[in-house]
Nanobody, 120 residues
Framework: QVQLVESGGGLVQAGGSLRLSCAASGSIFSINTMGWYRQVPGKQRELVAAIQSGGSTNYADSVKGRFTISRDNANNTVYLQMNSLKPEDTAVYYC??????????????WGKGTLVTVSS
C-alpha cells in the first residue's frame, strides 16, 4: 500500500501565495509521475500540473506563469508553489502519484485532497 499525505491548503487573499506538498510512502519501487489536480463542486477534476521522473513538467493553461511544480525524489515529495492566486483557483487540490511497485506493477494513487480558498 501507498500513503499520500498532503498539506499546505488554506485561505488566502487574491494575489497571495500558497505552497502545497504531498509526501508518498509505502511499498514503492520507484515514482514515475507526480501531479496535482483540482476540483470544484459540479465540475470534473482537472489537471493543474504534473512532473515526470526526469523533471519534465506540464501545466494547465490557466496556471502557467503562476504555479510551479517541483519534486524531491529523495523524500518522495511533490510541491506546488502557487503565486498570484485568483478567486477562480479556489478548489480542492488532489495529489496524484504514479508508482512502480516492488513487483513491477504500475499503479496510481490519489491523496485525500486539501482545500484552497482564494478570497477576492
Amino acid at each position: 500500500q501507498v500513503q499520500l499525505v498532503e498539506s499546505g491548503g488554506g485561505l488566502v487573499q487574491a494575489g497571495g501565495s500558497l505552497r502545497l506538498s504531498c509526501a508518498a510512502s509505502g511499498s514503492i519501487f520507484s515514482i514515475n509521475t507526480m501531479g496535482w489536480y483540482r476540483q470544484v463542486p459540479g465540475k470534473q477534476r482537472e489537471l493543474v500540473a504534473a512532473i515526470q521522473s526526469g523533471g519534465s513538467t506540464n501545466y494547465a493553461d490557466s496556471v502557467k506563469g503562476r504555479f510551479t511544480i517541483s519534486r524531491d525524489n529523495a523524500n518522495n515529495t511533490v510541491y506546488l508553489q502557487m503565486n498570484s492566486l485568483k478567486p477562480e483557483d479556489t478548489a480542492v487540490y488532489y495529489c496524484n502519484v504514479g508508482i512502480t511497485t516492488p513487483n513491477y506493477v504500475r499503479m496510481y494513487y490519489w491523496g485525500k485532497g486539501t482545500l484552497v480558498t482564494v478570497s477576492s
